[in-house]
């Protein structure tokens, strides 16, 4: 497939922004989302709305049977080993408070430990906090080194016997460094502490082997990797899952309710509480099929080294600007760039980009710790997308040229 091809699945892609063709180069926040997408959660609503697993009539049936379909494409998709390992959340962050809770329910007592990667989102860290706060653990923290790559020399020191879980993202939605969690999970494993990886950027640069990985959990958000926003996935060992007691309760949770006392329903019902957004959910089948064949496809893997290769070379070699996570190896970077400008605060530049058409996220992107481990109030980022050419790649580059000399 060619670029122009994939982006022809993107109609947004073809508008314009303050009178210049959109430059969407904010794709770490969220991307786009193909025509498929749409149509999918259009003929959901328009032709099979009705709610999951309560009801004997046809709609129901059909609902039910689209929803447990798109819980199988994703446990092959992630190589799950079983469906009950896959839960459907509303993202990333629901994931992990979900997580936060019931872990921390079965497996935490007071004076245990949490061990936190420094590059980690807020979401990955504050319900680890909210956590630590109610149940009296501590946190630790995995430091970041100045290339961005996390201190592995510093992970046995930090492990103890009471360190139960760490947390580290696959690619850190600022670094844009695929961080070496397979290393991460065999060091945390072999002193007995599970290992959460937060996949909400992972799972958009390549294809995601759960087993492989052999992580405890993975959780991630469909509207990052072209699906419907309100979808997530948080999948988990069956053998913890079982062990973990329910987050929210109310419908479909249960498998018997009586005031002298409930029961609760098998894996993975027990944590889906609730209507779950039925119509938006399925969008996964045909988002998380694109994500694969992008990743299948020599020609767009091809185009994405090259607008990478020419970004990266771009920012370096200007003087002027700071580059963060720049890893030794260039086959660890993904094209998501984080940087600040001498002389140029990164919101009036993203300002000045957007009268140009380009959209890039500038300020903390949910990682003040990151901010302060690098002493910046904020950073400007371009991530980039498979459907982002090498053309727009030149535009961002001379429009960023500009917007620096008119305010330096
Ligand atoms: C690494 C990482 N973790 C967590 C999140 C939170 O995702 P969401 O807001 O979709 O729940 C994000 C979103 O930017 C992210 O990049």
Redesign the pocket.
Known sequence: MTVEELRAQFPILSSQVNGRPLVYLDN???SQRPASVVECWEGMALRTNANLHRAVHALAARATDRYEQTREFVRHYLNAAAREEIIFT???????NLLAHSFGEAFLQEGDEILIAEC?????IVPWQLLAARKGLKIKVLPILDDGMPDLSALEGLLSPRTKIACI?????VLGILNPVGEIIRTCHAKGCAVLV?????IVHGKVDVRALDCDFY?F?G??VFAA?GT?VLYGKKALLEQMPPFLGGGEMIDTVRFSGTTFAPLPGKFEAGTQDFCAVPTLMPALALAGSVFADAELQRSGEEVKAYVLDALRRNPRIRLFGDPADPARKVPLFSFCVEGAHHEDLALILDKMGVAVRSGQ???EPLMDRFGVTGMLRASFAPYNTLREAETFTASLEKAIDMLT
Not at 90 to 96: A, D
Not at 169 to 173: T, V
Request: with cysteine; charged share 10%; glycine share 18%.
């Open positions: 770490a926040a969220t509303s993202g990333t962050t629901g994931g992990i980690e989102h807020h979401s990955d993202a696959q690619i850190s939605n937060d996949g909400a950027q992972g959780v958000s509207h990052k926003t997530g992107m949910c990682a």
